[in-house]
């Protein structure tokens, strides 16, 4: 079965710092991973998309995410933390060849002045 | 604005109403999907749709929610008898297959609260 575990629920930085969000997925096959951002009372916003093309993948906003396939992990990251960036992020898996998107539970991002 | 957009945005019903949400999706899109999202939780898929006609739909719809997509233009979500554990976001997303990518985009949501 697929699965995508985000292994944070709440990450802290202070502004100007790195972000890493971490999640790692199960898939049978080489799926397509995502990541989306939810602020609040907005609709959920696509970041960056995976798709068996380049490994680096570079997204809005100066996030980019490396997908890792020896350690089933992608993970989002930002050199520089903005006080914007604070939101709650979302790591999707769909498994190859189907419209199928399977959320994780969300990691809430906390930017601190 | 042309992205996804739903209707109402909130809704506070009794429990044992009855309630429709709608849905419409970006024009050229073909797919539409519903998704319900709780507190701390992420989406968790209800139904698919490819134009008009309804190809899955997940086990935590019960037989009290419906949805519809007449000519394969916008949804409807129909919840009858609403129960307190209703309560949640819902979430419509629409999408073009290209390639072998099938990217979706999200609206807002209608946020029920079921008393």
């Known amino acids: 079965a697929q699965s995508v575990t985000q292994l944070d629920s709440h990450v802290s930085v202070s502004e100007g710092t790195p972000v890493l969000l971490r999640c790692n997925y199960s898939?049978?096959?080489?799926?397509?991973l995502f990541w989306y951002v939810q602020h609040p009372n907005k609709g959920l916003q696509l970041l960056l998309k995976?798709?068996?093309?380049?490994?680096l993948v570079k997204g809005i906003n100066g996030f980019e995410a490396e997908f890792k396939k020896s350690e089933t992990s992608f993970h989002l990251t930002k050199p520089s933390a903005h006080m914007s960036d604070a939101a709650e992020y979302f790591c999707?898996?769909?498994?190859?060849?189907?419209?199928?998107?399977?959320f994780g539970t969300g990691t809430r991002l906390k930017v601190l002045a | 604005d042309t992205g996804v957009s739903q209707n109402p945005r909130h809704k506070i019903t009794k429990r044992g109403q009855n309630v429709t949400f709608r849905c419409d999706p970006i024009?050229?899109?073909?797919?539409l999907y519903w998704y319900r999202q709780t507190l701390g939780q992420g989406p968790e898929f209800l139904t698919y749709?490819?134009?008009?006609?309804?190809?899955?739909k997940s086990r935590l719809l019960s037989d009290r929610f419906s949805a519809e997509r007449p000519k394969g233009s916008f949804s409807t979500l129909e919840i009858q008898r609403t129960e307190q554990g209703d309560s949640a976001m819902y979430l419509c997303?629409?999408?073009?297959?290209?390639?072998?990518?099938?990217?979706?985009?999200f609206g807002p949501g209608t946020r029920l609260t079921v008393t």
């Open positions: 995976y798709t068996s093309a380049a490994t």
């Open positions: 898939s049978s096959y080489s799926p397509s």
């Open positions: 997303a629409s999408s073009f297959l290209a390639g072998d990518t099938d990217e979706q985009y």
């Open positions: 999707v898996v769909s498994p190859s060849g189907t419209y199928k998107y399977i």
């Open positions: 749709f490819q134009n008009e006609a309804q190809l899955e």
């Open positions: 024009s050229e899109h073909n797919r």
